[in-house]
């Protein structure tokens, strides 16, 4: 595990409380906030992945620039993302990776939420 690696924190649900995702009360789109990390540099692609146990998934990119170093990365999650084909007991999970020029890809730890109607 490279330095990068143990600094990287789990991309984070707003709207999530104690790990459990209401979507009932879910606006449309939801957002999805990857935090700022140390090493970032202009040109890094941010990519953010959401997958549910009820095989759904949605993916969004973000290439940084000299304006976005040091903030958050806030994505737009389509809710049906999370809605469709809810059933009791389903999860979801996120998780981003950091791509560069200069070094391998970095994978965040995994955020996992229950999801609620």
Same mark, same amino acid.
């Given at each position: 595990?490279?330095?990068?690696?143990? +600094?990287?924190?789990?991309?984070?649900?707003?709207?999530?409380?104690?790990? !459990? =995702?209401?979507?009932?009360? $879910?606006?449309? &789109? /939801?957002?999805?906030?990857?935090?700022?990390?140390?090493?970032?540099?202009?040109?890094?692609?941010?990519?953010?992945? +959401?997958?549910?146990?009820?095989?759904?998934?949605?993916?969004?990119?973000? !290439? =940084?620039?000299?304006?976005? $170093?040091?903030? &958050? /990365?806030?994505?737009?999650?389509?809710?049906?993302?999370?809605?469709?084909?809810?059933?009791?007991?389903?999860?979801?999970?996120?998780?981003?990776?950091?791509?560069?020029?200069?070094?391998?890809? !970095?994978?965040?730890?995994?955020?996992?939420?229950?999801?609620?109607?």
């Amino acid at each position: 595990m490279t330095a990068q690696q143990q +600094v990287l924190l789990p991309p984070v649900l707003p709207d999530a409380f104690n790990d !459990v =995702l209401y979507v009932h009360n $879910l606006t449309d &789109p /939801v957002r999805g906030v990857v935090p700022p990390h140390a090493n970032a540099t202009v040109g890094d692609r941010v990519e953010l992945t +959401v997958k549910t146990s009820t095989n759904n998934q949605w993916h969004g990119s973000f !290439v =940084l620039t000299a304006s976005s $170093l040091g903030k &958050p /990365v806030v994505f737009d999650i389509l809710k049906e993302t999370f809605a469709k084909g809810l059933i009791a007991g389903a999860s979801a999970t996120l998780y981003y990776t950091i791509t560069n020029a200069f070094s391998p890809p !970095v994978v965040s730890p995994v955020l996992t939420v229950r999801l609620e109607l």
